[in-house]
């Protein structure tokens, strides 16, 4: 290849481009893409391929007489749409069709046709046309293939035999790709190909959210992050994590747009639902901000989880949806079997309690839709959660802690406090673990509000802290029967926790970083 050699590809944020595209890159091309629109979030996986800054140029374009071409491509995606070959295996897989015609298929792996297209580019004896096929089988074939492959997936239950074709699909079944092989091309298995196409996620995007989809990708997942604009600047920390360029795919969804979130969901194994408005100081939300965009979002995502056939979703519920609860035996602790009074936490003053009661309420209608579900269905209820943050936006829980160490109240209600830190060991866990069934309790610190106080000031002898602690007046009976609150089902599951030191230095820590806190 001559140095710095410029190239251009038309429709390149298709399928098959999308992969021609990443293996020019790789090669030291430089790329002219031709969308329809550059801005469009479809095409911000181009943006984040190696080289892709340095030597990729998209330009907006539209190709009028644009004929598709009736092969049938399968293999890991790049772009987030879904393709219609790769949606015909998807059909397969989650069993979106009852009944199939036992027809004669040729498949090949997107990426071995990427190598083919470079391949005859850059063979200077390359001439003529070269068929492209890697594997011949019937659907039939196919089907028993997926079936020892996947065997908890539910695939067609009959084939019918194609009538007056015998003759003609006999004839099809031979076709040769000798001539490409002769240039030296090879493929790869098919068990390969349809394997990479399998697995995905979907998740929010916000504090917890963060760090699961940090975890996900460490761990080799392909996830779908939904998010309000994938272009925003506060989306900026996903794309910049380990493996996301290639693994992470945001679209641009809210909880009310089903169409959007069942884009997310469609072809996904499992789905984290953690997306839920979160009061913020200053900007108090009102029952009908909190309540109807929890139980509406959830049951969209719920929906939209049947419909794509998703094998078990994780709900990210709250401890709020365990501890308001006066009429819990106060010698017993609470554990998975407590749930919050709707009808107390009606009766709490301030703006929480809508968060609450959206939690609670929200929690109550997962489990209630597992009954029905093929899908497992598992709930997660963490308490307050600090520790270090991803994200660039300061979170409401995060800055409670920080007002504790800036000084930023005189006083403050001498309350119990539950903790956990925010990184995401438990939600990989119940996802991965099968024996994980119903709901988790996730909290590793309970401890008042001054005993944090005293734990603040002696690891941080000189910040400013508040001054006073007001007891919290006519409840003492309700906060001693709180302050007993039970991990210990996800602690047999082998949950292990930091210690509550780690995660306030932690915490320190990303609060300088991100310059909330200067030091001392």
């Known amino acids: 290849m001559e140095e710095n050699q410029r190239v251009c590809v038309t429709g390149s944020g298709g399928y098959i481009a999308s992969w021609l595209v990443k293996f020019l890159l790789s090669r030291g091309y430089t790329v002219h893409g031709t969308v329809r629109d550059p801005c469009d979030g479809k095409n911000e996986h181009l943006k984040k391929l190696d080289y892709a800054a340095e030597n990729l140029k998209l330009f907006k374009a539209d190709l009028f007489d644009y004929e598709a071409l009736s092969s049938a491509f399968s293999g890991p995606r790049l772009q987030s749409k879904l393709n219609s070959s790769s949606l015909g295996l998807l059909k397969f897989i989650k069993g979106g069709i009852n009944s199939f015609l036992s ?21 200077q004896e390359a001439k003529g046309r070269y068929i492209c096929n890697s594997h011949s089988l019937d659907n039939n074939g196919l089907m028993e293939k997926l079936k020892k492959m996947y065997p908890n997936h539910n695939f067609p239950e009959s084939s019918a035999e194609e009538k007056g074709k015998e003759e003609v699909k006999e004839d099809r079944l031979r076709l040769s790709s000798e001539k490409l092989q002769s240039l030296g091309w090879k493929f790869r298995s098919l068990e390969e190909t349809i394997d990479d196409s399998v697995v995905s996620f979907e998740v929010a995007g916000g504090y917890i959210a963060s760090w699961l989809v940090k975890f996900l990708l460490s761990r080799g997942y392909t996830v779908h992050g939904t998010v309000r604009d994938p272009c925003d600047e ?73 419909e794509a056939k998703v094998k078990k979703v994780v709900v ?64 997660v209820c963490p308490s307050i959660t600090i520790g270090p943050r991803l994200q660039y936006k300061l979170n409401s829980s995060s800055m409670g802690l920080l007002k504790f160490i800036t000084g930023g109240m005189k006083t403050l209600l001498n309350d119990q406090v539950y903790l956990v830190d925010v990184r995401a060991d438990a939600l990989l866990l119940v996802y991965e673990n099968q024996e994980a069934k119903g709901r988790y309790i996730c909290n590793s610190h309970s401890l008042q509000s001054n005993a944090l106080m005293e734990k603040l000031k002696n690891m ?28 210990e089902k996800l602690q047999n599951l082998g949950w292990k926790f930091r210690s509550l030191e780690e995660t306030i230095d932690d915490s320190m820590v990303s609060f300088e970083v991100a310059g909330d806190l200067p030091k001392p």
């Open 460 to 487: 941080y002898p000189n910040r400013n802290f508040p001054e006073s602690f007001t007891e919290w007046k006519g409840k003492e009976e309700v906060k001693e029967e709180r302050l007993r609150l039970s991990s």
């Open 316 to 379: 990210v519920s709250s401890a709020a949806a365990v501890v308001y609860n006066p009429k819990w035996p106060k010698d017993v602790a609470k554990d998975e079997d407590c749930w919050s009074d709707t009808q107390y936490l009606r009766s709490l003053e301030g703006y929480w309690r809508y968060y609450d009661l959206a939690k609670t309420l929200m929690e109550r209608e997962a489990l209630e839709w597992s009954k029905n579900s093929l899908a497992d269905v598992v709930t």
């Open 103 to 123: 027809e004669q298929l040729y498949l090949v792996d997107v990426r071995d046709v990427a190598d083919a297209l470079l391949l005859v580019y850059e063979n």
């Open 234 to 306: 506060k989306n900026e920390h996903l794309k910049k994590l380990d493996n996301a360029a290639k693994n992470l795919k945001l679209f641009k969804a809210d909880l009310f747009d089903y169409e959007a979130l069942s884009s997310a969901v469609f072809g996904c194994y499992g789905v984290f639902h953690v997306a839920c408005p979160v009061p913020f100081e200053g900007v108090p939300l009102t029952e009908e901000e909190l309540i109807k965009p929890a139980l509406t979002g959830t049951k969209n995502v719920l929906e939209a989880c049947s």
